[in-house]
């Protein structure tokens, strides 16, 4: 998954418009305009797309935790300059807050069936025996999961 096709998940998820995925920058104490967001919402066959580096979706996901869960005393964390999908992941349970059979639920929503011992391998840290990498698909379930719980059903 591109960094592109997980900005644009999250803000249908959520139904984001542009000016909250600005003020989501914000409060990661980053500016951004609106054609910035525009070009890394366009589909690459677009000539205006523009690529989304590991340290804006960064920048997006610590500006989600702190809309979500409230901003941390201290200074802002710095983004990560490179993201994998553990990294990602563990960001979008800590912004919605999920615990382990929350995540369950949402990846049983798209029909995922997965335990929590195989779950909690993707929260480990690199040099941990048991850690697993989060697959594209993995990560591409819990994304349509939590569309299907949190956007509103027209």
């Not at 589909?43 to 523009?50: L, N, R, T, V, W």
């Not at 807050?97 to 069936?113: N, P, R, S």
């Not at 779950?119 to 993995?138: G, I, W």
């Amino acid at each position: 998954m591109t960094n592109n096709d997980i900005l644009r998940r999250i803000r249908y998820a959520f139904d984001f418009s542009d000016s909250k995925m600005m003020a989501l920058f914000a409060l990661a104490d980053h500016t951004i305009t609106r054609s910035q967001i525009s070009d890394w919402l366009k589909k690459e066959e677009d000539p205006a797309y523009q690529e989304c580096s590991d340290s804006d979706l960064a920048l997006f996901l610590n500006g989600l935790i702190n809309d979500k869960r409230g901003k941390k005393e201290g200074p802002e964390p710095a983004p990560e300059k490179v993201l994998t999908n553990n990294i990602i992941f563990r960001k979008l349970r800590i912004a919605l807050d999920l615990k382990a059979d929350d995540i369950i639920e949402i990846l049983g929503l798209t029909e995922v069936k997965i335990s929590k011992h195989e779950l909690s391998a993707f929260f480990r840290k690199p040099e941990n025996r048991h850690y697993r990498e989060c697959k594209d698909q993995v990560l591409r379930n819990f994304l349509k999961g939590v569309q299907l719980k949190y956007r509103p059903q027209i």
